[in-house]
């Protein structure tokens, strides 16, 4: 045999877990009561802080207070730590009663206090959503109010040339939403059309030096203009101020109608808040509030309008912000159902743009998060924003908010996370949240195991909290079994996924997954997220879907990290440089990059202060790569005399410097890593669709790794091994492995050092599973020594730091150790893999019951002589619900308590448990589905018991045929093939 690595982070084939192994204690540093914190100390049981949450969604307060306490008591028992409530209705087809069972009632009052009460006693956090679903929106405004979400409209009349308009001044083209009653004329423009283009084209492109205000000529009703006699088409543009009239989505969920308010003033908050202080927040409210420090949640920012986003301080606000006034500009500005009308041209259009985003931020910012933050502090909340939506600083947004929100469904790849993530750590905040698990079309059809493997990956990229969408109330009008559901059906078709809960079979293993949740957020949530480089964005939009110059496609595959920081995180106090780290403190970046701007064909704009503040990080040593020829830098926005000159003085310096190193493009960057001396802190010896986290605190280094192969649609991904070799800060740190299933640490006994200190082992991942290792100094339970190589099938630690490998075959083993020397282990006999074909297969079928939250069960009994989906099993073609299979194994007397062996369930639909002998083992790793059994075997007969939980879709689809009939089949079960591997133990004399 030749001696090959091997290690015990093997997530596959002979790999197991370290599940059944007892475990070797954990390090010192993560002792209960140690100064290293790891959030939920306790990583067998971590505290409810840490665990995943649930959207819950209400039908209004059409709800019982006595079933609001059992839905709180089921999601407690599942394992999550919080609910968010959340009034959405869009797959009801009947109106409620809105006067009594309203979003702000009485009865809502009632219910709400009913939640905290339950929740309080079962320790699970309540968030509350600031209005009914999205966005927020208040009963006590109409589109007319001062504090209602505002439009600007336009109107056009069209003058030739030398001819005089007496008429009308020109009615808005897009119609007033109903409720709007009100409109305010802000000014008429003339302006001429550019020779070339016309009053129909998409857009008109105007000649800008000919913009003139003629509101002075309008009387009452009318004005009265006369166009030059140049030979060119001239327009009159009316601008007219006006309510939006948006209202909340879904049906109707308030008496008087709520509105959407204005996110940009004072006055649209404060309707909320006064909304809330005296129609909500009764005293005992206030108290349970206080009590449970749930959060204030506010969905993404969805402001619609056909007309032009506007709000009436904008043109003030705009000249005292930006020098310049945005009146003769804003025809460029102006939209038609999310289409610009006008165009000036190309530069001056995007920069004027530009400037009215830039002040939309800050409005947004100054007058409705941090106004309504502070008031959450007072009501001992604090508040969590998805703050995209809007072209708009979404990265900075992140550094100032308690919690920030992205989502699984919306964003389009691991980068949008990126990004908020970026705004998180420059502000020193603790979560990333994520509205995780969201389906289109996958109602009653989702599966935690394509859940899973999406979300872990979106944890490596920042996420360190999630919140399912969701849990669904259990009844409301019309809804028909298995209940309630707020987006099934929808539209007439199945809707989007998922409503959990017990009305689900696979609820019955949700525990384990929220366990396997809860440590990973609790890893995730300790120490402070570190990266290799932080990339420059001219502007902060989160949801993108645009990657890292080089990183993303070429530096993520082989270890290299990246954050995204936006210009005005360059001003947090948390944006200095020390040991030539950016945010020593925060993410610590080895290095930044500057690209083109992203968002506009990667024009080289950069701001002056910006370009100044990168001149004084690299002469404080931090290395920065310029992507591209800056000759033509100019200032984003529009110029001021003199400041595009002074910004390439300022880019000729800053290239003049030896941590500064230009490329011609992105392909070269690695050309700039090298000049620089760049080196990551995880390093892949291969490229692959591996990703990970880093985090550290004083006593550790903490690295969460998952395999990214299922990232691209309709791929089944394919397994990872390869070696990384790990940095770590603490000097003399070991690698440890935390098996976030069952929540054991051990530390790592197959492992080499390199020359200058790093740690290098193997991880070993099948598609979507995870592992997560901790470096950190050696404690009571760490080996006296270590194994560099074996050609055993694996080796470990236990108790008493002894290593003990694993073989599955007869025969000496060599193993290398850390000091060098060589040691020989021999194993005897080892029964050979066996693959068991037969079953006794005892099904739970869940059918209708009497009502639509009644379920009736029925049974089916099988004798499998070879595994196949139910799907084709007599009988079994349209049941849901759950299955045991058993299976006897028979051992001979040569099988002694050194043997051990591995489950390999093969092909499995979705949610599995393990029983052996009638014990129940820990919960087993869902995606790798293999099985430790350890020491639970014996000579003679043994019972092998695999449950197996399924969706609901294959029943719904012949009770419910109208909107899941045309839904595929899945294929329930267990599928196999099943192998029952077995190994021989044996002790490593070191």
């Not at 790999?15 to 204690?25: I, R």
């Not at 939009?541 to 990657?547: D, E, P, Q």
Request: glycine share 10%; hydrophobic share 40%; proline share 6%.
């Amino acid at each position: 045999m030749s001696l090959r690595r091997r290690t015990l982070l093997r997530m596959g084939a002979l790999a197991g877990a370290a599940t059944a192994l007892p475990s070797a204690g954990v390090p010192e540093a993560f002792a209960q009561g140690s100064t290293a914190r790891l959030p939920g100390a306790d990583l067998r049981d971590p505290a409810a802080a840490v665990r995943p949450k649930f959207r819950w969604w209400w039908p209004d307060a059409l709800v019982d207070t006595g079933e609001i306490a059992r839905e709180i008591r089921e999601i407690a028992a599942a394992g999550f730590g919080g609910v968010e409530i959340a009034a959405v209705t869009h797959s009801m087809d009947e109106q409620l009663d809105t006067v009594r069972h309203g979003w702000g009632t009485v009865a809502w009052r009632a219910a709400i206090e009913a939640a905290l009460r339950e929740a309080k006693k079962r320790d699970v956090v309540v968030d509350l959503t600031i209005g009914p679903a999205w966005p927020a929106a208040v009963p006590s405004i109409t589109p007319d109010s001062r504090a209602a979400a505002h439009e600007l409209a336009h109107g056009i009349a069209v003058v030739a040339p030398g001819t005089a308009y007496e008429g009308p001044v020109p009615a808005a083209v897009s119609e007033a939403e109903e409720g709007v009653t009100d409109q305010r004329l802000l000014l008429v423009q003339a302006v001429r059309v550019t020779a070339g283009s016309s009053p129909t084209a998409v857009p008109v492109r105007l000649d800008r030096d000919t913009v003139t205000d003629v509101t002075a000529q309008v009387s009452g009703d009318r004005v009265f203009w006369t166009a030059p006699d140049d030979g060119a088409t001239w327009l009159l543009v009316a601008y007219w101020e006006r309510g939006s009239g948006q209202r909340p989505e879904g049906r109707d969920h308030t008496t008087p109608l709520a509105y959407v308010v204005d996110h940009f003033s004072d006055a649209g908050t404060r309707a909320v808040t006064d909304f809330w202080e005296e129609h909500i927040l009764t005293p005992s409210i206030r108290g349970l509030l206080r009590s449970t420090g749930g959060t204030l949640f506010e969905d993404s920012i969805e402001i619609e309008t056909d007309a032009t986003l506007w709000t009436p301080a904008l043109p003030a606000e705009f000249e005292r912000r930006m020098g310049y006034s945005l009146l003769p500009h804003l025809a460029t500005f102006v939209e038609k159902k999310e289409k610009y009308v006008f165009s000036f041209e190309s530069s001056l259009d995007k920069a004027v743009r530009r400037d009215v985003m830039e002040v939309v931020t800050e409005l947004y910012v100054e007058h409705h998060l941090l106004p309504l933050q502070k008031w959450a502090h007072s009501l001992g909340m604090k508040l969590r924003i998805q703050p995209y939506g809007l072209e708009t600083d979404a990265i900075y947004k992140s550094a100032l908010l308690d919690v920030t929100e992205g989502e699984s469904l919306g964003f389009k790849n691991l980068d949008d996370f990126r990004c908020l993530a970026g705004g998180r750590d420059m502000g020193g905040k603790p979560l990333v949240s994520n509205e995780a698990g969201g389906t289109a079309g996958g109602a009653y059809s989702t599966t935690w195991s394509d859940t899973l493997k999406k979300l872990v990956t979106q944890y490596a990229a920042g996420v360190n909290q999630a919140v399912f969408h969701g849990f669904a109330y259990a009844d409301a009008p019309g809804a028909q079994w298995p209940g309630f559901a707020a987006f099934s059906p929808y539209k007439g078709a199945a809707g989007y996924g998922e409503a959990w809960g017990p009305r689900q079979p696979l609820w019955r293993h949700t525990p384990q997954v929220a366990d396997f949740l809860a440590r990973v957020q609790s890893v995730l949530q300790t120490g402070v997220n570190k990266v290799d480089i932080g990339v420059l964005r001219q502007k902060g939009y989160a949801g993108s879907g645009l990657g890292a110059p080089w990183f993303t496609s070429d530096g993520v595959p082989v270890g290299w990290t990246h954050t995204f920081l936006s210009p005005r995180l360059l001003d947090l106090k948390s944006a200095v440089v020390r040991g030539g780290r950016f945010a020593p403190d925060g993410p610590a970046p080895k290095a930044l990059l500057v690209d083109g701007d992203i968002m506009i064909n990667r024009e080289h704009t950069l701001q002056l202060d910006v370009a100044e503040k990168l001149l004084g990080y690299a002469r404080a040593g931090l290395p920065i790569i310029l992507i591209g020829d800056w000759a033509d830098a100019h200032v984003p926005g529009l110029a001021r005399p003199g400041e595009n000159e002074r910004l390439r003085q300022l880019l000729t310096t800053l290239q003049q410097l030896k941590t500064v190193h230009t490329v011609a493009d992105r392909p070269d960057v690695p050309e700039a890593i090298a000049a620089l001396g760049l080196t990551r802190d995880v390093e892949y010896a291969e490229a692959s669709m591996l990703v990970h986290a880093h985090r550290a605190d004083k006593n550790a280094d903490y690295f969460f790794f998952a395999n990214d192969a299922v990232s691209k649609k309709g791929s089944t991904g394919t397994r990872i091994t390869h070696d990384v070799t790990l940095t770590s800060h603490v000097k003399g740190a070991i690698p440890h492995l935390l098996d976030p299933w069952t929540g054991t640490l051990t530390p790592v006994a197959l492992y080499t050092r390199t020359d200058d200190g790093r740690v290098r082992l193997t991880v070993d991942l099948q598609p979507g599973a995870v592992t997560v290792l901790v470096l950190a100094r050696p404690s009571g339970a760490a080996p006296k020594r270590h194994a560099t190589a074996t050609q055993a099938d694996d080796i470990r630690v236990r108790e008493g730091g002894r290593l003990e490998l694993r073989a599955s075959a007869a025969g000496t083993y060599t193993t290398t150790l850390d000091n060098g020397r060589t040691v020989t282990t021999k194993v005897g006999t080892v029964p050979p893999p066996t693959v068991l074909t037969s079953w006794k297969l005892t099904v739970d079928d869940w059918r209708p019951g009497a009502s639509a939250t009644e379920t009736a069960h029925e049974r089916h009994e099988l004798t499998l002589e070879a595994l196949a989906p139910w799907s084709r099993l007599p009988g079994l073609e349209d049941v849901s619900g759950i299955g045991t299979y058993r299976t006897t194994v028979r051992l001979g007397r040569e099988w002694t308590a050194a043997h051990g062996a591995l489950l390999e369930l093969g092909g499995v639909f979705d949610t599995f448990t393990v029983r052996v002998n009638g014990h129940a083992l820990p919960p087993v790793d869902q995606l790798t589905r293999v099985a430790d059994l350890g020491t639970r075997l014996r000579p003679g007969a043994n019972t092998i018991e695999i449950e197996v939980a399924t969706t609901l879709l294959n029943r719904l689809r012949v009770s419910r045929p109208a909107v899941f009939g045309g839904n595929k089949r899945q294929d329930y079960g267990l599928t196999g093939p099943v192998r029952l591997v077995p190994y021989a133990r044996a002790a490593v004399r070191t």
